[in-house]
């Protein structure tokens, strides 16, 4: 089977410019997680979708949103970018059970 | 609010040198703990799901117990290729993951 994928792998932004990342998972996973991890405060949740529905969020501002199509596809915006939105995001797909990660897609925000 | 405590936040042993890692944690209705080993610049690679006090599983080198409270890794005769960072995650009533900092392995030849 193949693995969660991620697309773009590395982006360069400017501030005030949004960002869409875009995340498939595991063929049959219904659920997709996204995370921004960093140095200093690791692997944070932004939100998770299943079955186009966000049925959890954590603490980030309006700026993060994200959605998710029929065919469990999901898409992450950061709309405004701040330098402080450099990071590695990590999406994530379950079926449920463990959650299996994507290789991520490394934002450089200047 | 759910809590995960990673210890230490980096070791470095010799080849052969068998240790643990701890993860501490505080959760409402813990629904699983997870292990997973991250590589840099990769994403986190999944190692194993505890649900339950006294639950013991094995991969290779690696054995992941859980209790009320905390989790141990313990790294049997670890090879180089072990090096990575290790991350304790929970998830609790809520349903979210929540992570540690992870611990830093560093296996020397």
């Known amino acids: 089977k193949a693995g969660v994928t991620q697309t773009p792998r590395y982006l360069i932004k400017t501030r ?10 595991i063929s049959g996973h219904r659920s997709v997680s996204w995370y921004q991890q960093t140095p200093g405060q690791g692997l944070q949740f932004l939100f998770e979708y299943f079955s186009e529905t966000q049925r959890n969020k954590g603490n980030f501002p309006g700026r993060f949103s994200g959605r998710q199509f029929s065919n469990s596809r999901s898409e992450m915006n950061v709309s405004t ?3 402080g939105d450099s990071a590695l995001y990590l999406c994530a797909s379950s079926s449920p059970g463990p ?3 994507g290789p991520g897609t490394r934002l450089l925000v200047l | 609010e759910d809590q995960v405590t990673q210890s230490p936040e980096a070791l470095r042993l010799q080849e052969g040198e068998s240790s643990s890692l701890n993860c501490s944690y505080t959760v409402s209705g813990l629904r699983g703990l997870f292990w997973y080993r991250q590589d840099p610049g990769k994403g986190p690679e999944f190692l194993f799901t505890l649900y339950s006090a006294g639950e013991e599983k094995e991969k290779e080198r690696l054995k992941a117990t859980l209790t009320k409270k905390e989790s141990f890794l ?9 090096s990575a960072t290790y991350l304790c995650a929970v998830q609790g009533g809520s349903e979210k ?13």
């Open chain 2, 97 to 109: 993951l929540v992570f540690g900092k992870g611990t830093k392995l560093t296996v020397n030849p």
């Open chain 1, 81 to 83: 970018l701040e330098l």
């Open chain 1, 16 to 25: 005030g410019q949004q960002v869409t990342l875009s995340c498939s998972p």
């Open chain 2, 74 to 82: 313990h790294i049997t005769a670890p090879k180089p290729e072990d």
């Open chain 1, 99 to 101: 959650q299996y990660f």
